[in-house]
């Protein structure tokens, strides 16, 4: 069965909630999943090319845990090649198209799990972040998406993009979906060491009761964006949530320490990737080792993948381990301890998520890389920091989704799931209006 259609996503949950009783598919809930988890029943690509065809005789921790619960998987959504993205224009399969203009990004990179959670009714998806890729495109299309604690959610069955960066969140348009599913994927898995360290996920959830606004994260945003924020930290005082603007000039750090350790631990990943074991096998036999790894690399890699892979590489070369990678490993310490002061006074940080609202794709296609890089500036710090994040709906700009970020210490995912909540009771979601 193909993957990454929501028009085939929505006929299997047309074809659930069909059923006169729930128990006649013996499950309870319809749910997708992004494209780099793996499920026994889907094809798996990771949105590449070179993957396609790939069926995976297992599913991810997450997919399994879902299923278990009473969950009905109805397909896989798709997303940047690998998660190389900010847009989902990096795609292999297409590029998913936002529901509220059909002419703008969705987000990337789980950006069909975004548009998924946004159209059809009473549906969650899975999502995987590493710099971003929950909140970027919960925030463009106008849905309330979490990134738990790096390890809070077993990574088996993940096609990794950066193995100390990634994490399994879910993204809903109801924010009860979020503390109701995402206690359900969590927990310690012996088939992934790094969820193993965890703590119990809290059965009740405390209420943030003071935020810090950074003001480095206000700075080069759009004006209405800007406007709108201005309007949220209002909005949260009226909550009876205290307010504190704060300085983390280390911040500024995050993006070049991030690009590096992200790139240099997606080279290594992808290496495998060379027409041998893992992958597209139907390369030109007659070549020798290194062209035919060329060839077939050159072939079925994207634009985007290419570029990563490459500045991974260099960044891990011998003679430069030092002064890229090594470095980077302590920029994320500083600002991880910039964090950790900054929680020693407050239940979470607030942020934009996104400097803008979702540009066009011809906007898109006029960016440079570097442009589109400097995109995650309000993204990538929690990420980096392995700490919990989550997106809320905030408003709109000429009929766009805006969003809200709050990000607190590691492991206090109840803080944010509290907030959702909370938000949600005085927030008027506006649906968009698109046929599937």
């Known amino acids: 069965m193909k993957i990454q259609d929501l028009k085939t996503i929505n006929e299997r949950y047309e074809m659930f909630t069909s059923c006169s ?55 896989k959504t798709n997303m940047d090649e690998f998660g190389f993205g900010t847009f989902s224009a990096n795609s292999g399969f297409g590029i998913p198209k936002n529901p509220y203009d059909l002419n703008r990004s969705c987000g990337g990179s789980s950006g069909g799990s975004a548009c998924a959670a946004a159209v059809l009714e009473d549906h969650v998806s899975l999502g995987v972040s590493t710099g971003g890729s929950i909140v970027c495109p919960a925030s463009f299309c106008g849905v309330y998406g979490i990134a738990p604690t ?60 003071s935020v810090a606004v950074v003001n480095e994260a206000i700075e080069g945003i ?13 909005k949260i005082r009226s909550m009876g949530i205290d307010v504190e603007f704060v300085s983390m000039p280390v911040l500024k750090y995050a993006m070049p320490a991030y690009y590096i350790l992200a790139t240099s631990e997606a080279s290594t990943n992808l290496a495998r990737y060379c027409g041998m074991r893992y992958g597209q096998q139907d390369g030109d036999l007659t070549l020798k080792f290194d062209d035919y790894f060329t060839s077939f690399r050159s072939q079925y890699f994207g634009d985007e993948a290419k570029r990563r892979i490459l500045l991974g590489t260099f960044t891990r070369m011998v003679g430069y381990a030092d002064r890229y990678y090594n470095k980077a490993l302590r920029v994320r310490q500083s600002i991880i ?52 994040h989550m997106s809320v709906p905030s408003g709109y700009s000429d009929g766009m989704p805006i969003g809200l970020m709050f990000t607190s210490d590691h492991w206090n995912e109840d803080y944010l799931l509290s907030m959702a909540m909370e938000w949600e009771k005085s927030f ?8 599937v």
Not at 157 to 177: C, F, M, R, T
Not at 428 to 435: A, G, L, Q
């Open 337 to 388: 301890s910039e964090y950790k002061k900054v929680f020693a006074d407050h239940d979470a940080v607030m942020t934009p998520t996104m400097p803008f609202i979702s540009p066009r794709f011809d906007e898109i296609q006029a960016m440079s890389s570097l442009d589109i890089y400097k995109a995650d500036f309000l993204t990538i710090p929690p990420n980096i920091t392995g700490m919990p």
């Open 21 to 75: 009783d729930a128990t006649e598919t013996g499950c309870e809930f319809v749910f997708s999943a992004k494209d780099n988890l793996t499920s026994y029943d889907f094809e798996t690509c990771a949105g590449s090319r070179i993957l396609e065809g790939y069926r995976p005789p297992f599913d991810a921790t997450a997919i399994s845990k879902m299923r278990e619960a009473g969950g009905f998987l109805a397909g």
């Open 150 to 209: 790096y390890g809070r959610v077993s990574r088996y069955g993940l096609i990794d993009y950066g193995n100390s960066l990634d994490k399994v969140g879910v993204l809903s348009a109801k924010a009860e979906d979020l503390a109701k599913y995402l206690p359900i994927i969590s927990g310690k898995d012996q088939r992934d060491p790094t969820s193993c360290v965890q703590p119990d996920f809290p059965k009740e959830f405390s209420k943030i009761k």
């Open 222 to 234: 759009s004006k209405d964006v800007k406007q709108n924020f201005d309007e949220s930290v209002e």
């Open 428 to 435: 008027d979601m506006i649906k968009p209006e698109v046929k």
